[in-house]
């Protein structure tokens, strides 16, 4: 009851926000959770999907996107979505990775080869099936987003290979198989919540973290770690997921547009995507940060096979992944 009536209060408060009061002129509002700051491409794609159900359902449903993490970090939101007080989550698929076991395939590092090889997997077969993999733990999984190549950062030194790792401290998602990839690569990692991060690093609690180019840039880190090498060791999708508690309550026509509209959202957040990280990358480097770039991979995925065999154990999982490889 505690957490219900917090959630009210925070969409009363959302109210005052400008596309509270549009979703007003709807017949019932949909809450949708993001812990990304507003006018982030994942938060302004779910605004544009909004606005499409709106139109598909004429105006019976609006979505409402409380960003900035006002309904909470990604594991505690996973939760309240599974238990309907949530309706729609925007999450990265690490968090998922020790809840549904399909989710690890694209987490894994060096899975894919590009962000185009990453596109051509999860918009065909292979995401469909792991969208449906949510299904069986109270969740619908509607769309995969883009989340960009993640690679480490720090505030102590430039890291030109991999033996520079050695030691360090990293904050990663809440996922035993991005603790496990740090480890690794000989880093200590520190899994620990989104939003602290930041300060983490300033008191010198860690030493970095990894993310993309727009997280690198939104969150401030650039500020306390100024050292960025593009490793890119994971190119991980964010997926878009409804509560099965609230999708159940739809009619079918009413659950075809939450599906259109979704599917109709990705290109958008593709499209703002591109543009945020160039706009990222350009302020990054012009408040000092220093990138390292042109490192040799080699070694890095060499050192991830013990990763791959400790959480590719399944024929599904290795289906999957056999499945990815092959895509040209």
């Known amino acids: ?16 926000s400008l596309g509270a009061v549009a979703a007003q002129a709807c017949e019932i509002t949909l809450r949708s959770s993001d812990t990304h700051a507003d006018g982030y491409p994942t938060v302004e794609a779910v605004k544009s999907m909004g606005k499409m159900l709106a139109e598909k359902t004429n105006n019976k449903f609006c979505i409402e996107v409380f960003h900035s993490a006002q309904l909470g970090q990604e594991k505690d939101t996973i939760e309240q979505t599974q238990f309907g007080v949530i309706d729609f989550n925007r999450v990265s698929l690490g968090p998922f990775n020790n809840i549904i076991e399909e989710t690890q395939i694209p987490s894994l590092p060096y899975i894919f080869r590009s962000v185009e090889h990453m596109h051509k997997a999860m918009d065909g077969d292979v995401g469909a099936q792991i969208l449906k993999a949510f299904e069986k733990h109270d969740l ?3 769309a995969f987003y883009d989340g960009g190549s993640r690679s480490f950062y720090n505030s102590i030194k430039p890291i030109k290979s991999m033996a520079d790792l050695k030691g360090m401290k990293f904050r990663v998602m809440q996922s035993d198989l991005f603790v496990d990839m740090v480890s690794a690569v000989g880093g ?10 930041y300060s983490s690093i300033q008191t010198g609690v860690i030493d970095g973290a990894e993310n993309n180019w727009p997280s690198y840039d939104t969150s401030g ?9 593009l490793d890119q060791h994971l190119i991980v999708p964010e997926v878009l997921v409804m509560s099965k508690k609230s999708w159940d309550k739809l ?3 009413e659950q075809a547009a939450v599906k259109a509209s979704a599917k109709a959202s990705v290109p ?3 499209k703002l995507w591109v543009a945020q990280e160039k706009k ?3 302020k990054v480097i012009a408040a000092g940060s220093q990138i390292i770039k042109d490192i040799d991979k080699t070694p890095f995925i060499a050192a991830m096979k013990p990763v791959y065999k400790k959480y590719v154990k399944s024929d599904v999982l290795k289906d999957l992944v056999s499945r990815i490889q092959a895509i040209k």
């Open 268 to 270: 958008i957040m593709r």
């Open 221 to 229: 880190h650039f500020e306390v770690a100024k050292y960025y090498t």
């Open 251 to 253: 009619s079918s026509d």
């Open 140 to 142: 619908v999984g509607l």
């Open 188 to 197: 200590n990692a520190t899994p620990m919540p989104y939003g602290e991060v």
């Open 1 to 16: 009851m505690k957490v219900i009536k917090t959630i009210k209060t925070l969409a009363l408060c959302g109210a005052l």
């Open 280 to 282: 990222s990358e350009a």
